[in-house]
């Protein structure tokens, strides 16, 4: 909700809500995401997990090289 309007237009406020439905929705994701560890521990990103996905049969490439 922003202001007891459904949607706002303005370009950065239409993203982020304001008001009590806002500030209760936030609340309540703060806490589950503590509950849960969520924010007590940064992880870092692991690259090295990820593989290229075979291509499915009939195929001959299914995912193009970037490089």
Same mark, same amino acid.
């Given at each position: #909700?922003? =202001?007891?309007?459904? $949607?706002?237009?303005?370009? *950065? /406020? !239409? #993203?982020? =809500?304001?008001?009590? $439905?806002?500030?209760?929705? *936030? /609340? !309540? ?39």
């Amino acid at each position: #909700m922003h =202001g007891g309007k459904d $949607y706002e237009s303005r370009w *950065g /406020r !239409r #993203m982020a =809500g304001s008001g009590p $439905y806002a500030w209760m929705i *936030g /609340r !309540r994701f703060e806490m589950a995401a503590r509950r849960l560890g969520y924010r007590e521990t940064p992880r870092t990103l692991r690259t090295d997990l990820f593989r290229k996905p075979a291509p499915a049969e009939g195929e001959k490439d299914a995912q193009l090289s970037l490089f």
